[in-house]
């Protein structure tokens, strides 16, 4: 069986999203995550050994995606810095990835850009990023395809 691909580090910033507009809605091993534009409720499973999700990261790239990562974090499987999350609220990510056709490198440093440009210490964010990251390299989640469709 294979496992899951690692993401792109930009997808943590999404999860950091996702978790800062209430957007991951938790019940046991059930987990549902909205997406940034609330067009797409993503469904995710927590088993024994893996999670099993359909968005479309996870479904068709199979990646780690943003809805995984962020169930993570509130599980409390991979330690993030809380005060940054805060950063990260109300920000269309579905809508500037779409824009900028998916380049999502492109996308994650012009908002970190015009935080900086706010006063945020990105720095701070970027070094505890890295933390987040570093966990995920060492994940070895074994890849279940997810049996509901990823939402259109």
């Known amino acids: 069986m294979a496992n899951y691909k690692i993401p792109i580090i930009e997808k943590i910033y999404e999860a950091y999203s996702a978790i800062a ?8 091993d059930d987990i ?9 409720t993503y469904t995710i499973t927590k088993t024994p050994n893996t999670y099993i ?5 996870s ?11 962020a169930s993570m ?4 499987e991979i330690k993030y810095g809380h005060d940054i999350v805060k950063y990260f609220k109300d920000i269309n990510w579905k809508k500037l990835n779409t824009e900028h056709k998916n380049d999502y490198v492109k996308v994650a440093e012009m908002i970190l ?5 706010r006063g ?9 990023t890295e933390k987040v990251y570093a966990q995920i390299q060492t ?12 939402p259109k």
Do not use: C
């Open 21 to 28: 507009d209430d957007r991951v809605h938790i019940d046991g």
């Open 32 to 40: 549902r995550v909205d997406s940034s534009d609330h067009a797409k």
């Open 53 to 57: 999700s359909n968005d479309n990261m």
């Open 59 to 69: 479904f068709w790239k199979q990646t780690i995606g943003y809805p995984i990562i």
């Open 73 to 76: 974090m509130l599980k409390g």
């Open 113 to 117: 850009s015009d935080m900086s440009e």
């Open 120 to 128: 945020i210490d990105t720095d701070n964010i970027r070094r505890e």
């Open 139 to 150: 994940l070895s989640l074994p890849y279940i395809k997810s049996k509901i469709f990823p």
